[in-house]
């Protein structure tokens, strides 16, 4: 985790979070803060306490969501109950399921990730504007990565928080296509969004912010050019989705005997359903294939029976 160097409005502080957690943004002001994302549950005290040391005492006013996946959303719980009158926006599409708490629609289940049960007090719609840390924002939907994000814009500075519909090199898995749903045109429509609100200054959901139309052009060609390949060989983002998968888990667990990961991933509905979409092999051999490819990138290595996050 690291405060990033590029330069922001007065009342935006960004931390970098790594790739468990989503970064966090706390739009501070004297009316209130808000804040933007709240990382994995297993890294809530470390949220709380940046969010504590940023506020020095001041209660938090509100917390918004990008969208309801658990690296962006997992310190919910634990904020909600540190700042007991703390008001929760999520994007519209899953507020149902988070009212019922249904992790098999908000996808926890199928990751095999972990999301303690949070609770909201309204939604982010798409053309509302908000006054946030002195500065007005306005909601963007931004289908693709996940099919209820949002995006937040401020068009006076050209800052933009773009949650895993753009990143500095790429943007988020396609997690609709994991399910058959096609979701690569959405992609597309998004940073054809982006491109036509021209922001100056883009804040991703994991990576350093970027900024300078330069960087931002840079960034969507990268994206674009991306989204051009899983769109002409759809097995190679599924591939890459699983491989994620992993990663994400190995990020959480640091390090794990090898027959505790293959019984995680064996029964995790997701890969399970990749296997059988990619593979003739039977599922453990095609687990170790992709650790294989983990370790040969750098991501993993692997010591007398344990699986390593590097």
């Known amino acids: 985790m690291r405060d990033d160097a590029t330069p922001l409005p007065a009342g935006i502080q960004v931390w970098e979070r790594g790739w468990l957690s989503a970064n966090n943004i706390l739009l501070d002001a004297p009316d209130g803060a808000t804040l933007i994302d709240s990382g994995y549950g297993?890294?809530?005290?470390?949220t709380l306490?940046?969010?504590?040391?940023?506020?020095?005492?001041?209660?938090?006013?509100?917390l918004f969501n990008t969208h309801l996946h658990s690296d962006h959303c997992g310190g919910n719980a634990a904020l909600q109950q540190h700042y007991p009158a703390l008001q929760?926006?999520?994007?519209?599409?899953?507020?149902?399921?988070?009212?019922?708490?249904?992790?098999?629609t908000l996808t926890y289940l199928a990751t095999g990730?972990?999301?303690?049960?949070?609770?909201?007090?309204?939604?982010?719609?798409?053309?509302?504007?908000?006054?946030?840390?002195?500065?007005t924002w306005s909601i963007h939907a931004a289908p693709g990565h996940d099919p209820h994000a949002v995006l937040l814009?401020?068009?006076?500075?050209?800052?933009?928080?773009?949650?895993?519909?753009?990143w500095e090199n790429g943007f988020g898995v396609v997690f609709p296509e994991l399910d058959g749903v096609g979701a690569f045109a959405e992609v597309g429509q998004t940073l054809e969004l982006i491109e036509q609100l021209a922001p100056v200054c883009v804040i991703p959901g994991h990576g350093r912010p970027f900024s300078g139309t330069d960087a931002v052009a840079q960034a969507l060609g990268?994206?674009?050019?991306?989204?051009?390949q899983f769109c002409d060989a759809p097995q190679k983002h599924l591939r890459y989705a699983s491989k994620v998968l992993l990663k994400f888990k190995l990020l959480q667990w640091q390090r794990v005997p090898e027959a505790s990961f293959r019984a995680w991933a064996k029964q995790t509905?997701?890969?399970?359903?990749?296997?059988r979409q990619l593979s003739a092999q039977d599922m453990d051999a095609w687990i170790t294939e992709l650790v294989q490819e983990l370790v040969a990138s750098g991501a993993a290595r692997l010591e007398s029976g344990w699986i390593v996050n590097t």
């Open 42 to 46: 297993s890294h809530a005290s470390q």
């Open 153 to 166: 814009f401020e068009p006076t500075h050209g800052v933009l928080i773009a949650g895993d519909a753009l």
């Open 49 to 62: 306490a940046l969010v504590s040391r940023a506020l020095q005492g001041r209660p938090l006013r509100r």
């Open 88 to 104: 929760t926006w999520i994007p519209p599409g899953h507020a149902a399921a988070v009212a019922a708490w249904d992790e098999a």
């Open 113 to 135: 990730q972990d999301c303690p049960r949070f609770r909201h007090d309204g939604v982010l719609l798409a053309g509302s504007t908000w006054e946030l840390g002195g500065l």
């Open 222 to 228: 990268r994206a674009r050019s991306r989204l051009q």
């Open 269 to 275: 509905p997701y890969l399970v359903q990749q296997h």
